[in-house]
């Protein structure tokens, strides 16, 4: 073998040595950064690699932690170069590196600050995490760079960045939701405890309307039935049945809205009738007094409603009838049932109000119905089940001599909305003239209501 033949095959063997050397030393690097969890170490072993392997003798690595974030100086060597700890995202290198994975232009070195990178060529070395992301960049500078082994530390590098950095902001993000989600449960163990008091002081309120609103009384020569159907534990309607010698007294409101703010307005409602009702001869006197009492004294509130009331005496079957936007009374009489209208306008508009009077006459075995418009206004889909089935409804039970006429008319409603719920509080209070039976309040679900008979 000749000399050059020899010279040759110990050249070859050196080139296959070094290959071996780095990729040996690639292995032993990309195992370090499989297991490295900061990316301070991976820029460090990044630059250890750089200048033992590519012999590279100036380098610097920057970072940035988030997509919007400037970019960190995390490594650099020597120490004399002078870099800057940060570079911002807007800065003409960065700006560039965007467009370019990597430039070897002297200019834009000189953007970093001033950093001595001058006497050899020089790269700058863009780091991704996608094609459209840029995390960060490398400046090297040596005697000889080889470019394909770079782009392969720089491919190696910002793999590893890429991924502890989504691994950070996961981490971020999952401690993030954690605060978060304790204080969800705080919020909700505090919105279950204000839950529990309000429910707690609604019961009591809905237990205190239901005293205030009592059982109608026992009368000699008529049976009177009420039906309490509020939509929540508290509603805006009330009634109230008295009874002063011959005379029967009925009176129904509703007041407008539903809910708490309704029911403390029938508080107001009740003791303004019972400070007007015996004072007033005639039930359109007994409106006029009631809406100049609610007009004068809460002037500010806006405390609207309807009502309409009732006198019969008890002897005669005279019916005296007032009411102020209120659905019409209904009376059943001779086999036929016939609403009889009020022209009134809401009670509390204005003070000085007057309401008519309309006169009836009822026999023995008749009814008189009063009501508000929650059974009336009974919605299914777009269609009510209104004033005509309503009247009906009545008629029927009324025929059918039931003892209990309201729960027949709710089970015509029941049965008309096929499980839609009603969406308004409704009462229904009924008097059957000359039947003497229990006086009877039926409160609670439509479905499943509790009768109780009255003391």
Known sequence: MSRSEDSERARRLDT????????????????????TEEVEVIAAAAQEFARDVLHVTHFALYCAEKEESDFDLLSFAPESLGLPRSVERDSPIAKALEEATSTSDSELLSMVGGADFAGAPALA??????????IGFALVKGDWLDTELLDELVFDVESALAARMITRLRAEEL?????????????????????????????EARQFQRKMLGAPPRVDGASIEVIYQPLGLVGGDLYAAAIDGQRLRLFVADATGHGVRASLTTMFIKSGYEAVRLGAPDPAALLAALNDAIAHT?????????????DIDLATGRLLISSAAHPPVCVVSGGEARYIEGAGAFLGLRSGMRFQTQEAFIRPGDGVYLYTDGFVEARKQNELFGDDRFREAILDAHRGGQRLAGESVLAAVTAFLDGAPLDDDGTFVGVRYGVVQPSLRTTGDLDAARTTVAP
């Open 298 to 310: 809460y002037r500010s509130s806006e405390m609207l409603f309807s009502a309409a009331c009732v």
């Open 16 to 35: 296959l040595e070094q290959r071996f050397e780095r990729l040996r030393a690639f292995g032993s690097l990309r195992r370090q950064l499989r297991v």
């Open 125 to 134: 070395l863009a780091l991704r995490a996608s094609p459209t992301q840029l």
């Open 175 to 203: 401690a993030v939701l954690e605060i978060q989600e304790r204080e969800l449960v705080g919020l909700l163990r505090d919105v279950e405890a204000r839950d529990e008091i309000i429910q707690r002081d609604l019961e």
